[in-house]
């Protein structure tokens, strides 16, 4: 279940949106221009310019936007990206630059208490962004920073749907996780490496004459430029090294060895020179990843920060400009990383104390996110577990619980064991993340220490009181959710009562999950009343807090009891009403409208709308990237494949199933078990190795205990039989198959469901017809067809293929001339929705029965049928005959088709009809 906190969106760091400034002393690079714009002029989607540290790749992005005269939408990545919703927020606010208010209902919608669905996110945005009336350029600077598959997947799916009207391009010290050899074959790609980014001959001298006031011989230059193989940044310090040296000669012949070796010599050269408050100043001021002169000031104690930064900019050490307000600066990352080596072999005492300083500082302006790093970098371990505690209910809601649990993880256990209330955040974030094995564990620290306040508090360290007192019912609320997960029913109800006992007001978030928990475990249990009971409280509460997303949001389980009492047009009605109530609310209801979506595809594509069902899913695609109730990835994947399947695609069906297996997180909610349906489609395909397989893991049988929670599969076994029986013959299976049907039936019946009951007259039918008893067979199918006709039920009989159309079109035969107007009339429709040339072929094979066969069977179908019309099974047949089991049945379907029938009695008779025999 989720957690209906209201969440606290993050704030944005405008400098991270500036576009880098050209600068006036750089070298013109007019090869490189002409490539990027080549690249433009063809249509590609992507620049990549890609190299190690100090090739010039930002600079040269900077000069060739500048030149473009396109509107640019810039953003510097950092570590702190790779948080997807982080990702997504900067990346909207990039866009905005581009076209006012674009993104702008999705940030909104960011920060709603849902797991975030990244495809569908970028799909909306992307929609918006077609609408831009220009071209322009989207800028990702330093995506060496991103080590995060969520955040290289949505820009893989960004790319590969790109408006034309947008250009991406990437700057990076490393190739990206993203399809680029894909975008190569396309002729997609324009690609800068470090072989195009060094700087030529001619180039070497311009910067080092020109730029740097050198006055180097052809020679000289040509030696730097060798042994530097043109890397910018090593000329660039072998230039400042050489400033007032005479033995430049010496020098440049000096200037060998591996790159470590050249830059710690270099740096070392750089920083010699420097006076030692400059000196001081680059060393202390290198732990920072971003800086402005009040952050430089606080943690240097000095108050020289402006004047420092103005100095260094201009004398050209590596300090690289954010915005155009010459507020904040970074350093050129090499250049740091130097510095922080020397400042932790000069100053080793100062790292930990400079660290908690930038910590400090961070917080007291409201940057959490950047204050825990430099906490925990200071080892101020007490100080990083408060500040992670207290941003626990925002991360909570936003659903960051990768960002959150990596701090903690950072964190030794006895700290977090005297933290409480983190460790019971530390539970949820791993229930959410599907861990509920170690989340128990979490849960038991935190009791231990409420245990031990009743007697002491020594020990405990609390950082919000009002968590601390609500612990217990969070505790109880978190053994709810995993007890679900879980299938525990019992265990579920228990700790669900419990927690309304310790948060009797109904406003509080625990008290509303566990009522909205228990009645899952209500609809788990088949108790369909009591679950929709307990379910509309919970959806008055959601009204009485405002919570207008949840409360409409909990329709998809609403329709879902609907849907499994057999009430398929209140079940659509119940989508409908409640994306029609969002409509009319004019509210960003993104999140809950995608799951309400998705699930009215799936009873449109029942209802045989296949081409609204798919209009229906498409919009949930869009709309659900936003985030959506626990579970939406996998159940997006099953509505595809329910969809393609229907579509008569069972190959795609089953991919989408195993994407479903992939997107799978252990929740409460109650869907379809994803192996079950993969074994369906496995049954559809003939695949009955598989299926049986899937029924041996499952170790399931006929005789099992029958429950609601194990219906769906318990079903698919009696599929499973009935299609081994039809193949081999094994009067076992059929005799389980409709044991096992009849058991269903009753306990279906006694908790009112007749979505389930019509599935199972309709096997009780098939498994009849497939035994060649065509009168039993007529009857469950007669009152399967008198439930689901009333409800507009198409697909649950038309899935069933061939064997389903012969016995519609028998029932039809059989009851012309009975007074059931409604009822034939809904026959009709359904052999109407069969593909017309089966139909027809259906139509003759019933209307001719007596008509000789248009291609004779061949000897070896003819002693493959005689043996068909003795006792013997399909093993034994097999075994006469010399021929392994699949050779049998490739020949058994043979003399099927040739006779028009679908199952070994029909064979025979029609064998005998004939006069083969």
């Known amino acids: 279940m989720q957690h209906y906190n209201q969440a606290m969106p993050a704030p944005i760091l405008a400098t991270k949106l500036y576009i880098s400034p050209p600068r006036p002393d750089t070298v013109p690079r007019p090869r490189l221009i002409e490539q990027l ?36 939408a810039w953003l510097s990545l950092d570590e702190g990206d790779n948080d997807p919703a982080r990702f997504i927020s900067y990346l909207i606010a990039a866009l905005q630059n581009i076209k006012a208010g674009i993104g702008e209902g999705l940030l909104a919608a960011l ?64 190739d ?40 180097l011989s052809n020679g000289d230059v040509a030696a730097l430029e060798t042994r530097t193989e043109g890397w910018i940044a090593g000329l660039q310090l072998a230039a400042l090294s050489m400033q007032g040296r005479e033995d430049i000669a010496n020098f440049i012949r000096a200037f060998t ?38 952050l430089c000031n606080a943690i240097t104690e000095r108050e020289d920060g402006k004047d420092m930064l103005s100095a260094l900019e201009y004398s050209n050490l590596f300090l690289v400009p954010l915005d155009d307000k010459r507020q904040w600066y970074r350093y050129h ?205 919970f959806q008055a509460m959601m009204w009485q807090v405002n919570d207008l997303a949840s409360a409409i949001g909990i329709t998809f389980v609403l329709a879902n009891i609907k849907l499994a009492q057999g009430h398929l047009r209140e079940a659509v009605s119940t989508y409908r009403q409640s994306l029609q109530l969002a409509a009319n609310r004019g509210m960003p209801f993104f999140i809950s409208v995608s799951d309400l979506h998705r699930g009215l595809s799936e009873l449109l594509c029942e209802q045989n709308d ?44 089953l991919a989408c199933l195993e994407e479903a297996e992939r997107q799978y997180v252990q929740n409460p909610l109650p869907d379809p078990p994803i192996a079950a349906l993969k074994a369906r489609i496995w049954i559809r395909q003939g695949r009955l190795i598989e299926a049986f397989s899937w029924v041996r893991e499952q170790k399931l049988s006929p005789e099992d205990e029958l429950s609601f929670i194990r219906e769906f599969e318990h079903l698919t ?72 006709g009333p409800e507009g039920y198409a697909r649950i009989f038309v899935d069933e293929g061939e064997a389903m159309r012969v016995l519609i079109s028998d029932f039809k035969l059989t009851n012309e001339k009975r007074e059931y107007p409604e009822l034939l009339g809904f026959v009709n429709k359904l052999l109407a929705t069969f593909p017309e040339s089966q139909e027809a072929i259906t139509q003759s094979k019933i209307v001719n029965r007596k008509s000789k066969m248009a291609e004779p069977l061949s000897e070896r179908e003819k002693e493959v049928l005689k043996l068909l019309r003795s006792e013997l099974s399909g093993p034994e047949i097999a075994e006469r005959l010399i021929v392994s089991l699949n050779t049998l049945r490739t020949h058994t379907k043979s003399i099927f088709n040739k006779l028009g029938v679908n199952n070994r009695r029909a064979a025979v008779r029609r064998a005998e009809e004939l006069e083969i025999f």
Request: aromatic share 6%.
């Open 176 to 215: 990206p996780s993203l399809p680029l050899a894909r975008l190569r074959v396309r002729g997609q790609l324009t690609e800068l490496r470090a072989a195009d980014l060094r700087f030529t001959p001619a180039e070497a001298a311009e910067f080092l004459n020109r730029m740097m006031g050198l006055n």
């Open 111 to 174: 920060h709603s208490p849902q797991p975030l669905q990244i495809e569908v996110i970028l799909t909306t945005l992307l929609n918006e962004i077609s609408t831009t009336p220009e071209n322009f350029l989207l800028v990702l600077d330093d995506y060496h920073s991103i080590d995060s598959q969520g955040v290289d997947q949505a820009l893989a799916f960004l790319i590969e749907h790109q408006p034309p009207q947008m250009h991406l391009v990437i700057a990076t010290r490393e």
């Open 610 to 653: 296949l081409e609204a069902a798919e209009q229906s899913l498409l919009t949930a695609q869009q709309m659900g990237e936003i985030g959506a109730t626990t579970g939406w990835p996998q159940r997006l994947c099953t509505a595809q494949s329910r969809l393609k399947a229907s579509q008569g695609d069972l190959t795609q069906a």
């Open 333 to 537: 990352h090499l250049f740091a990383e130097v510095l922080q080596s020397y400042l932790r072999q000069e100053q080793p005492d100062q790292v930990s104390t400079l660290h908690r300083r930038a910590s400090i500082w961070f917080e007291q302006n409201d940057l959490t996110d950047n204050a825990i790093p430099h906490a925990l970098a200071a080892n101020d371990l007490e100080r990083a577990a408060g500040l992670i505690e207290r941003i626990w209910r925002e991360k909570d809601s936003t659903y960051q619980y990768d960002a959150w649990l990596k701090w903690v993880r950072s964190l030794p256990d006895e700290i977090v064991h005297a933290h409480p209330v983190m460790s019971v955040g530390y539970a949820w974030a791993l229930l959410g993340t599907g861990e509920l094995e170690a989340s128990e564990s979490r849960l038991l620290d935190a009791e231990r220490w409420l245990e031990s306040a009743e007697n002491s508090s020594s020990g405990i360290i609390v950082a919000d009181e009002k968590e601390f007192r609500s612990l217990p019912a969070s505790i109880s609320a978190a053994r709810t959710y995993r007890a679900l997960a879980l299938g525990d029913i019992p265990s579920t109800k228990m700790h669900a009562r419990q927690t309304l006992a310790l948060a009797p007001d109904v406003t509080t978030p625990y008290h509303t999950q566990a009522t909205a928990l228990l009645a899952l475990a209500e609809y788990a249990s088949g108790d369909l009343q009591e679950a929709e009971r307990d379910l509309l409280k």
């Open 257 to 294: 060895g591996s790159n470590r070796f050249v830059l710690d010599y270099l740096a070392e050269e750089v920083l010699q020179r420097q006076p030692e408050s400059a000196r001081n100043f680059l060393l202390q001021t290198a732990i920072l990843e971003r800086f402005c002169a009040p």
């Open 717 to 788: 076994l009696a599929r499973a039989l009935i299609a081994r029986y039809k193949a081999d013959q094994v009067e076992d299976d059929l005799r389980a198959a409709l044991g096992l049907l009849e058991r269903l039936l009753q306990a279906a019946e006694a908790g009112g469901r007749n979505g389930s009951v019509i599935e199972i007259l309709i096997l009780q039918a098939l498994a009849y017809q497939a035994q060649g008893d065509q009168l039993c067979a007529l009857a469950p199918l007669e009152r399967a067809l008198s439930l689901a």
């Open 37 to 72: 714009n080549k690249g433009l002029r063809s249509g590609h989607k992507l620049t990549l310019i890609s190299a190690s540290a100090g090739f010039g790749k930002t600079t040269l992005v900077s000069d060739w936007v500048a030149q473009s005269g396109l509107p640019v």
